[in-house]
């Protein structure tokens, strides 16, 4: 836990879940300039945060803890990150209802007088944002984007200047930038072009030529990936009713595959981004008779489901949080699927070969053997004695 200053108070936050070990903050110094900025620094006009309040892609929560007095409107693809929300109110002695909680799924609020985003990794995610929120907001509106340098491209403010007007950037403070738009009354509203859809390759198993649908901001959501693709062709042959998990499922093309390739058992598509789960779901009734059974669940890894209750896990596990590199996710996913699955039950990984994911899983499961490999991805196969 660290903790933030601004002019007004102080606020003690951390990441969720919170781990005593993770180096990283909770905010990073693009929050710090956005807050700065609001408060009227370097010789600004302070923002009048008096109307509806908006807060887009807030990572663990800080912008709103900070402005929870203002009962913002905080909006995120990531449950992650609205438990870190809610946590960080509840550390700082803040009412958790001081801030409204909505999914990137949600129909976004009519009106906005202030409009505050963080920019996301992936440029998909802020279109398809900014084409949601253009409709609520009017020539009053101030909008204000914050990103770290290398975050923010010139593809990032012709998206702004595209969707709600003129657009333009402060100098850079500590390697992060803040980006003002201007809405204009003749900005032209159009529709996102998301989700998007795309068939599958051949050769690939029970999937090949199948239509896959994404929503913007999921994992290479406009091809499938290399990985992925060397993971299809991998999957273990099984058969019978089993109880199996695509774990950080993405657009589920995984555990459709498992779903066509064994009509007898009943997926559950897990990822903590809402508009994964939305993905997977609608590949799923896409490719599947309507007496398919499936579960899509938006949540913490395997946290939710029962212990010894699952027969098999898939797994791609992210080896990034935002900008950062770390195997803290796939670490706890690993954890995660050693207390889900049953005695007997595996678990199945695709990683980078560097990743060296075989060390994590035997001292996890006191076993991992490799099922395939080329020189750059392994698939690894541990087995919960």
Request: with cysteine; net charge neutral.
């Amino acid at each position: 836990m660290n903790r933030l200053t601004t002019s007004g108070a102080g606020f003690d936050l951390a990441r969720y879940p919170e781990d005593p070990r993770d180096p990283f903050r909770a905010w990073d110094a693009a929050d710090e300039y956005l807050l700065r900025r609001l408060e009227g620094a370097d010789g600004a006009d302070p923002v009048d945060l008096s109307g509806a309040v908006v807060v887009v892609g807030d990572r663990w929560g800080a912008l709103s803890t900070v402005l929870a007095a203002h009962r913002p409107v905080q909006i995120t693809d990531s449950c992650l990150a609205q438990r870190a929300t809610l946590a960080n109110l509840d550390r700082n002695g803040v009412d958790t209802d001081a801030v409204r909680l909505l999914s990137a799924r949600d129909t976004p609020p009519d009106r906005i007088d202030v409009l505050l985003v963080r920019v996301p990794k992936s440029l998909a995610l802020l279109e398809d944002q900014l084409h949601r929120l253009a409709p609520a907001v009017h020539p009053d509106t101030v909008v204000v984007g914050t990103g770290m340098v290398k975050e923010i491209h010139t593809s990032t403010l012709k998206l702004f200047e595209r969707i709600i007007g003129p657009t333009r950037t402060s100098l850079a403070v500590k390697k992060a930038r803040l980006i003002f738009s201007t809405p204009g009354p003749a900005t032209a509203r159009t529709p996102s072009p998301w989700p998007y859809r795309y068939e599958l390759p051949e050769g690939i198993g029970p999937v090949s030529g199948r239509t896959v649908i994404n929503h913007a901001g999921i994992f290479c959501a406009e091809r499938l990936d290399i990985g992925t693709r060397f993971f299809l062709g991998h999957l273990p042959e099984r058969s019978g009713p089993d109880r199996v998990v695509d774990l950080g499922c993405g657009n589920g093309v995984v555990g459709l595959s498992a779903a066509l390739a064994n009509p007898e058992a009943t997926v559950t598509f897990i990822d903590e981004s809402y508009q994964a789960v939305a993905s997977a779901e609608e590949t799923f009734r896409a490719n599947t008779g309507p007496e398919a059974e499936a579960r899509f669940l938006v949540g913490d890894g395997l946290a939710e489901l029962p212990p010894a209750s699952v027969d098999l896990v898939l797994n791609n596990p992210p080896f990034h949080s935002h900008q950062a590199t770390t195997d803290a996710t796939a670490r706890a996913m690993f954890h995660g699927a050693r207390a889900a699955l049953r005695p007997g039950g595996e678990l199945w990984v695709v990683g980078n070969r560097h990743l060296g994911y075989h060390t994590r899983l035997r001292r996890i499961f006191g076993n991992c053997a490799t099922v395939a490999g080329d020189p750059k991805f392994v698939v690894l196969r541990a087995v919960k004695r």
